[in-house]
């Protein structure tokens, strides 16, 4: 069974910092974009980053400078680095990843269970 499965979350202080994985596991061919999304209370999900399997990275504007993606393909994991949290940050984060598996004919998307951050004031 293909899953992405996050760890990392927690409670945190404003202005702590915390690392965010998201291990890819089962049968797995090949892996293109990796990437993590959030979603706050009463809001919709939304993108905080994403990396192709080549390194290249975007950023939601507003966590530029504060949040870093990386990733290990020997691994199939990818990584969200979260600097400076702020309050607002709070929100369950999901990992999400283009992924071509065993059986599969085509890459699909696939979507992890999330991982709570909490970022208290």
């Known amino acids: 069974q293909v899953q992405l499965v996050e760890s990392g979350g927690g409670l945190v202080e404003a202005g702590g910092s915390l690392r965010l994985s998201c291990v890819a596991s089962g049968r797995i061919y090949q892996i293109n974009a990796m990437g993590w999304y959030r979603q706050a209370p009463g809001k919709q999900r939304e993108s905080v980053a994403t990396i192709t399997s080549g390194g290249s990275t975007n950023y939601a504007d507003s966590l530029k400078g504060r949040f870093t993606i990386s990733r290990d393909n020997a691994k199939n994991t990818v990584y969200l680095q979260m600097n400076s949290l702020k309050p607002e940050n709070t929100a369950v984060y999901f990992c999400?990843?283009?992924?071509?598996?065993?059986?599969?004919?085509?890459?699909?998307?696939?979507w992890g269970q999330g991982t709570q951050v909490t970022v208290s004031s």
């Open positions: 999400n990843a283009d992924m071509w598996t065993v059986g599969q004919t085509q890459f699909r998307n696939y």
